[in-house]
């Protein structure tokens, strides 16, 4: 079992940054996919980031519309993943969820690919 907790949303003006944190409950951490995603109004729910290990080795992917902005890290000592959001723009408004994912998924964008979320964060992206 993992719990997730975000937190480090807020408002900010556009070209601002924000970095949001996810603290994480329970032993598996370090062997789970960690990942971000985020949902605006009437939109459905959409994929930012993840990152996952493999050997010894921490990839991280992230979706178009964030790439070159967003970095995904993690601290396995303190079982927190976060999102360094920086140069945001209106249209990163959202709320932002963390996910956790045991499975191994071969598609890491899709919300099934987790099963465990937080509770969300609200980003708000406005001058």
């Known amino acids: 079992q993992v719990q997730l907790v975000e937190s480090g949303g807020g408002l900010v003006q556009p070209g601002g940054s924000l970095r949001l944190s996810c603290a994480a409950s329970g032993r598996t951490f370090s062997l789970a996919d960690m990942g971000w995603f985020r949902q605006a109004p009437g939109t459905e729910r959409e994929f930012v980031s993840v990152?996952?290990?493999?050997?010894?080795?921490?990839?991280?992917y992230y979706a178009d519309s964030v790439k070159g902005r967003f970095t995904i890290s993690r601290d396995n000592a303190k079982n927190t993943v976060y999102l360094q959001m920086n140069s945001l723009k209106p249209e990163d408004t959202a709320v932002y969820y963390c996910a956790a994912g045991l499975k191994a998924s071969s598609v890491l964008s899709a919300h099934t690919a987790y099963e465990y979320w937080g509770q969300g964060t609200q980003v708000t992206v406005s001058s």
């Open positions: 990152i996952r290990k493999t050997a010894s080795i921490y990839y991280a």
